[in-house]
């Protein structure tokens, strides 16, 4: 399956008594940007990708310490911090970010806070707030020490009680074990590089393989999101869209028989 180059999202429109736009998300090669157009000033926030293996930091634990495959724990986290990450306020600006960084390994929060604190005095300045909430979420892949997770998340931004249009940005949330926590170790936006891990579970697998082939337009992420003997549901990502599958076994087949797209 053919990756497409990431679509920019549309940036909202603010009252034209003042320049403002709102939030973009966009692959720049092989590293992923966060950007931040807000108040007149255009700031690439880099959530680059990491080749090296991150080294997590140890913290407060939010998941489970059994060993093994951490499938919910993996998908809560993930739940979890991405709102943090992409959200913020004037009034706690700081204090938001340092709540994000402690989701993240060291090397991801390095790069999000050398990159964020760029907006820091156009938020305050601005009284800007932004909001990041996750409307589902699924698992791409997992083995004991890593995790994907496919989140769509809606995002909305306000200035001075303002607000702009949302925007929909669905995310794929790569994750690092760090003893009993799961830390954020990249963002995806647009296109997933293929890197492990995969499910290991050959069922769950054929799912995401049977979604994948009949979801509309050429998809860049699959998650699971249920699995209840001959009945799954499926999210998908791709250039234009985002759906909740419905697939029903048949036999040694799997096919969709629903599609609810997600605004």
Do not use: C, H, N
Request: aromatic share 4%; hydrophobic share 45%; charged share 20%.
């Amino acid at each position: 399956m053919s990756i497409p180059p990431p679509p920019p999202f549309p940036p909202p429109s603010y009252p034209p008594a003042r320049r403002s736009r709102g939030v973009l998300l966009a692959v720049v090669g092989g590293v992923l940007a966060l950007v931040l157009v807000i108040a007149a000033v255009t700031v690439a926030l880099v959530l680059a990708d990491g080749d090296d293996d991150p080294e997590p930091s140890a913290g407060p634990s939010t998941t489970s310490a059994a060993p093994g495959i951490d499938r919910a724990g993996a998908v809560e986290a993930a739940r979890t911090a991405l709102p943090k990450i992409i959200g913020y306020t004037w009034q706690t600006f700081d204090a938001d970010v340092a709540a994000a960084k402690d989701l993240m390994t060291p090397e991801q929060a390095e790069r999000y806070d050398g990159s964020i604190g760029a907006v820091r005095a156009t938020v305050l300045s601005q009284r800007l707030t932004v909001t990041g909430t996750v409307q589902d979420a699924g698992l791409v892949g997992i083995d004991e020490d890593s995790a994907k997770v496919l989140l769509l998340a809606t995002q909305t931004s306000s200035r001075a009680g303002a607000p702009a249009p949302p925007t929909t940005p669905s995310v794929v949330v790569r994750l690092a074990r760090a003893g009993d926590r799961w830390l954020v170790a990249d963002l995806l936006v647009g296109a997933d590089r293929g890197e492990d891990p995969a499910e290991p579970d050959p069922d769950r697998r054929a799912v995401l393989a049977a979604a994948a082939a009949q979801a509309p337009g050429e998809i860049w992420a699959s998650a699971l999101t249920d699995l209840s003997g001959d009945r799954a549901t499926v999210l998908v990502a791709s250039a234009t869209t985002r759906a909740r599958l419905t697939l029903e076994r048949s036999g040694d087949t799997w096919r969709v028989t629903a599609t609810d797209p997600v605004p």
